[in-house]
């Protein structure tokens, strides 16, 4: 199912390359352009979009770049309540979306009191296609969430480097990762994973190797995050990633995988000040996120900082209408259910 990552093009150059990555100016503007195009010829002028809900801030990982790891004190936890997150997203959902992301640090606890029975209900309920990002858990709980009826779930590398994976003190090793990506590709999840674009250390190569181990792995989609500076973090004075090499990765995948969703993500409007998430739907995003997490409980979500650029739906409507873009009426879910149906 997976392209071959590395081509050969008219020329000589391997493709992916530095010189792709580090694209600027005209160079830059073509790159994006053929991501554009293949977007268009694969998915046409609809975007997807989703919903997510930050079910808990809980986590026992210990992410360099997070602020929600374990070892960050200051942080005041939460795990949402089940009664009126239904009640939000059974009654009071947003018209728009198609999709649901239930989100949360590593908590199996949150899994088991709101993710399965938020699932569980919702299948009943309403016609939303549901994924999750909930860590690294075990067999027997993932089991759980997909006969409750989730079916994409959301697991980012985040780093290829194993030095770099080991030292930000990432979840487990980088190689039990990935392992548990494809564990999870071969046990009836689609699976979604992504990378962090200019992590302190990385380099261009990394970069480059980042897109190389995406492309390895049995993937529906993956996501490309701008590196922000947590102010709880141990990384709080580095630098944050570039915008351009992140939309330049992100162009690369959709070049090489013209199938595969890949998200904007709300982190390039930190780094990206004019063009912000934009600049992602015109590099080949083709999924956009509502984030619906209580007003209460959002501040407490600190992946970077506590004043978060928050996509509601009229900057997420209003980004889709400004790039001449439609939102899907059909589900992700859908989508990606048709497309098994193709390949099987
Ligand atoms: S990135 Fe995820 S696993 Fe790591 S500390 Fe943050 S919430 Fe926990």
């Known amino acids: 199912m997976n392209a071959d990552p590395v081509q050969e093009i008219p020329g000589g150059d391997a493709f992916p390359s530095i010189t792709d990555l580090g694209a600027t100016g005209p160079a830059q503007q073509e ?33 360099h770049y997070c602020g929600m790891r374990r070892e960050n004190r200051d942080l005041k936890r939460y795990r949402g309540r089940l009664d009126s997150l239904l009640e939000l997203l059974v009654h009071r959902r947003p018209g728009s979306i198609t ?21 569980q209900t919702l299948r009943r309920e309403t ?14 709980l993932s089991a759980e ?55 302190p250390g990385q380099g261009i190569e990394g ?25 709880s973090t141990p990384l709080r004075d580095a630098s944050s990633g570039g915008f351009d090499p992140t939309l330049n990765a992100m162009a690369l995948l959709r070049i090489l995988r013209p199938d595969w969703v890949i998200p904007a993500v709300s982190a390039l409007n930190i ?12 590099a080949g995003a083709n999924l956009c996120t509502i984030n619906l997490t209580p007003t209460e409980m959002r501040g407490d979500y600190l992946l970077y900082k506590r004043d978060r650029f928050i996509m509601d739906e009229d900057r997420v409507l209003s980004a889709i209408a400004q790039e001449g873009l439609t939102v899907s009426r059909k589900s992700l879910a859908a989508f990606l259910a048709a497309q098994t149906q193709d390949h099987s």
Request: glycine share 12%; with cysteine.
């Open 31 to 63: 790159l994006h352009r053929r991501a554009w195009t293949a977007t268009r010829s694969r998915f046409g002028d609809s975007v997807f979009v989703r919903g997510v809900v930050e079910i808990s801030n809980h986590c026992r990982e210990n992410c």
């Open 99 to 119: 999709d649901l992301n239930l989100q949360a640090g590593e908590d199996p606890v949150a899994v088991r009191e709101i993710a399965i029975p938020l699932i």
């Open 127 to 140: 016609p939303l296609g549901i994924s999750v990002c909930l860590g690294t858990l075990s067999k027997d």
């Open 145 to 199: 969430l997909l006969e409750a009826g989730a079916t994409t779930y959301i697991i980012k590398f985040e780093s290829s480097q194993e030095a770099l994976y080991r030292s930000f003190e990432a979840p487990g090793t980088l190689a039990e990762r990935l392992s548990h990506i494809r564990w999870l590709a071969g046990n009836g999840w689609n699976v979604s994973s992504g990378f962090i674009s200019g992590l």
């Open 207 to 231: 970069l480059l190797g980042d897109i190389q181990a995406a492309l390895d792995l049995p993937l529906i989609g993956c996501s490309v995050s701008p590196f922000v500076p947590g102010e």
């Open 271 to 282: 780094v990206g000040a004019d063009l912000g998430y934009r600049g992602g739907l015109r």
